[in-house]
């Protein structure tokens, strides 16, 4: 969840332009000649595919996802879907709350946690720790870790602006983990990206198994943009590709 700020197209005034002037050149996003595959949106030179592995979990994801979110390939939030078949994705719209959300929310079965820093007075006797997701789950409910999926400024805007998450417990990650992620300028090297919060998150409550594939998948992506960026492939295989081939043939 990097703070980002740039906008993907240019204000529309709504008005032709008017005689004398010139006529307006078609916008071209950048990139937006790069032939990408249509299922893992990287660049078909270093196709992500060979390495989806899926993993089981106690715990599940929900992503709530700015719109803006979904049409960045260095999203990291769709690796989470790819790893854990029963993450769900809901777009974020202020006047518009996910119908299905809100219906995921009240069922008795789930027990919600919204993701998010413990560094605001306002709500602090919602926070809670990971101790609270593991009593939940041994009471037999299913934990959720609900991740606000945009720019550090879209995920406080997500939060405060979001009647329904509310009354909801706020999970904090508490890690000295930093960083890996290379495709976008994080505010600090202690901002993690959004899949490897998820994966941090799944750590701590247990489900280490998961957490590791679903690291190993963060790394060949970030390894395989990268690579991209300079039209080429990585120079060899890397442990975490090696670790996913083998997976994949086990399975």
Known sequence: MQDDSSTPFPPDTGSPPGPE????REFKARGSFVVRCESCN????????????RAESRS??????????HYKPTNTGRLIRDVLPDTEVFTWYRTAPDERLLELLADARYAPFVVFPDDQEGYAERVVGMDRVVEDRDSGRVPVFILLDGTWRQAR????????????????????RQTRYRLRKPASSD???????AAELL???GDGG???????????FNDNY??????????????????????????
């Open 203 to 205: 750590r701590q409550a």
């Open 21 to 24: 002037s010139p006529p307006r």
């Open 191 to 197: 901002h993690l990206c959004t899949a490897e919060v």
């Open 60 to 69: 599940r994801v929900w992503l709530l996802t700015h719109p803006l979110e």
């Open 157 to 176: 805007r997500i939060f405060r602006r979001s009647p329904y998450l509310a009354t909801l417990p706020v999970l904090p990650l508490v890690t000295d």
């Open 226 to 251: 990268a690579a991209s960026r300079r039209h080429t492939r990585p120079a060899a295989p890397t442990p975490a590709m090696r670790r996913l081939l083998a997976a994949r043939q086990d399975a």
């Open 210 to 220: 998961a957490a590791e594939v679903l690291d190993d998948y963060f790394d060949v």
């Open 42 to 53: 990287l660049p078909r030179l270093n196709c992500l595919c060979p390495y989806r592995v």
